[in-house]
């Protein structure tokens, strides 16, 4: 079994050439956000993966193996709730009122220009049809954002970034951080 403690978010800094030989490794969302598993690569080898506690794996990274062996990962399809909005009784601006929510309620969420994704969930699939979401599960790679703590996806990684804003903690600037929609009294099928 090949060791793996190194990771270097989307190849940074390697040839193009040496990603494209490199053997590959399909991981789904549940594995990616391990920071100790176990899988098998495009050739067969078994990996046995050990990166510092709190690390996410991204589709792209790649993995450095104790003798100097990389692996490049995949973002495996695996099943989403893809959502839409409904051109017919809504606008863009549902989707983004419909990520405030699922973000309030700390839902793993992958954001698109024109749709969300999110795990498979029968209960927020309901919510997101009352408020005249189009939502469908399809096969998919999934890949959340990072949150608002995380460092864009990669947690430990060191990608912290100062942008110059000016914030006075401990004091309350009106959030809400568990604030609830209001439902809509009539039905919505798609």
């Given amino acids: 079994m090949l ?8 190849g940074r800094g390697l040839a193009k050439v040496l990603l494209q030989r490199a053997p590959n490794v399909a991981l789904d ?45 995949q973002a495996a399809p695996q099943p989403v709730l893809v959502v839409r909005h409904c051109a017919e009784h809504g606008t863009p601006f549902d989707l ?7 973000g309030n309620r700390h839902v793993a969420l992958e954001l698109k220009p024109d749709h ?4 498979p969930d029968h209960v927020l699939a309901a919510l997101l049809r009352q408020q005249h979401l189009i939502v469908h599960e399809e096969l998919a790679a999934f890949e959340p954002e990072g949150g608002a703590y995380g460092s864009g996806g990669h947690a430990g990684h060191g990608h912290d970034h100062d942008h110059g804003h000016d ?6 600037h009106g959030h809400d951080h568990h604030g609830h929609g209001h439902g809509h009294g009539h039905e919505h099928d798609h």
Wanted: net charge neutral; aromatic share 6%.
């Fill in 29 to 73: 969302w549940d594995v990616r956000q391990k920071s100790r598993f176990d899988a098998t690569d495009s050739t067969g080898r078994a990996l046995g993966v050990f990166l510092p506690r709190g690390t996410q794996v991204r589709g792209g990274d790649v993995l450095v193996g104790e003798d100097g062996s990389l692996v490049v990962v």
């Fill in 3 to 10: 060791t793996i403690n190194k990771l270097i978010p989307q």
């Fill in 116 to 119: 969300l994704k999110l795990e």
């Fill in 96 to 102: 983004m009122r419909a990520a405030y929510h699922l």
């Fill in 167 to 172: 914030h006075e903690h401990g004091h309350d």
